[in-house]
């Protein structure tokens, strides 16, 4: 597939089954008044309506599917996934060849420090929202072409 030809939300939801899923959300809140007036419930800003009996409020949930983050075209959005790679356990050896693929596509060389802060700022300046999702996904083993 090619990553040129899928538009923004197939770009999202490959990033999503691949990678993300599932995408916990923790709000935040809000107490809404149903169209009848008869009850309230909570609901999130992602579009989550709680089903809990007010005032608990769940402290998270999965993020509904049709209520995708934008990975591919927000920056905000695309660190997620850096995040979620920063957070991968070094054990089983899965986990650290995913991350070592990961930084290695973003330019970055591994080194003994499990630190991030090693890399220049001209490397980071040039990481784009697009950038990050398709480092993600071939260190997930997706194959995409770029183009």
Known sequence: MK??????EQRNRLVYDQIMKPVMCNGPWHIHTLPDGARQICRCTCGYECANELPAQPASHERPVWSLVPYSTDMNA????????????DDPFESRWKKYQFIHDLGMLPCDSPSWYDISYEILASWTPALICLAALKAYGVEIDES
């Open 3 to 8: 990553w040129s030809e899928l538009t923004p």
């Open 78 to 89: 695309a660190w997620e996934i850096v995040e979620h790679f920063a957070k991968l356990p």
